[in-house]
């Protein structure tokens, strides 16, 4: 079954960096797209990047430029590294997939930015 354990989330002031983490076991890894979202309180969950089993990258308007997602195959893991972070971008940070017809999320990692 698909398990999706997200890491590497922490405390941060304005302009920091935090190398978030996602372990995926229970798919055949490098021939899935990935997917990082967030949800801020009161704020509808928002895709932040995607990777494609080819690499190719896609970013919300919010976080280009700050933020990479990257992926390590042999790892069976997602990256989203944040960097000149704001405290707009705090949110808790979820890694999905889509595995035969179903989407799955992992518990999420709380990034929190604040001086």
């Known amino acids: 079954q698909v398990q999706l354990v997200e890491s590497g989330g922490g405390l941060v002031q304005p302009g920091g960096s935090l190398r978030l983490s996602c372990k995926a076991n229970g798919i055949t890894f490098r021939f899935y797209t990935m997917n990082w979202y967030r949800q801020a309180p009161g704020k509808q969950r928002e895709l932040v990047a995607t990777?494609?089993?080819?690499?190719?990258?896609h970013y919300a308007d919010s976080v280009k430029g700050r933020f990479t997602i990257s992926r390590d195959n042999a790892k069976n893991t997602v990256y989203l590294q944040t960097d000149s972070l704001k405290p707009e971008d705090t949110a808790a940070y979820f890694c999905?997939?889509?595995?035969?017809?179903?989407?799955?999320w992992g518990q999420g990692t709380q990034v929190t930015v604040s001086a």
């Open positions: 990777i494609t089993s080819g690499g190719l990258t």
């Open positions: 999905s997939t889509e595995s035969n017809g179903r989407d799955y």
